[in-house]
């Protein structure tokens, strides 16, 4: 068999708060939720959108690193949003709390994008 699907998981800290908020930046839905022992949060957590699988979230365990919240990091989340309004709905939603290190604007590849770190400390590039 070839390669099927690549899958996204992020583990953050309050994961019922970040499930919320990636919910309403870019119009995801729950598909699957598992919680934790306690129902504290998510041990597991799936996000459609539009029918198709974006991404996993689960409850970061107490030891992980998260390092510096304002500094380029080396990978980032891209998100292809396919206008301009919704680059704009998703930046006022991800930057609120979080580090921005450019607004939405253009660049040489994309004529509007932005590029941030959330305040669960995903960083983001999101453009039209």
């Not at 597991?44 to 998260?66: K, N, R, S, W, Y």
């Not at 990978?75 to 979080?98: H, P, Q, R, T, W």
Request: aromatic share 16%; with cysteine; hydrophobic share 40%.
């Amino acid at each position: 068999m070839g390669f099927r699907i690549f899958g996204v998981n992020l583990y953050v800290k309050d994961s019922f708060k970040a499930v919320d908020m990636y919910c309403k930046a870019f119009g995801a839905e729950i598909s699957q939720k598992i919680l934790d022992k306690d129902n504290k949060s998510y041990a597991h957590c799936v996000l459609f959108i539009d029918g198709e699988q974006f991404m996993a979230i689960a409850e970061a365990p107490i030891d992980t690193f998260f390092g510096n919240k304002d500094k380029w990091q080396t990978m980032a989340m891209n998100m292809c949003l396919g206008s301009k309004e919704a680059v704009k709905k998703a930046y006022d939603i991800l930057s609120e709390g979080g580090h921005v290190f450019d607004g939405p604007c253009p660049c040489p590849w994309n004529e509007y994008c932005s590029n941030l770190i959330d305040k669960y400390g995903v960083f983001w590039w999101i453009a039209v």
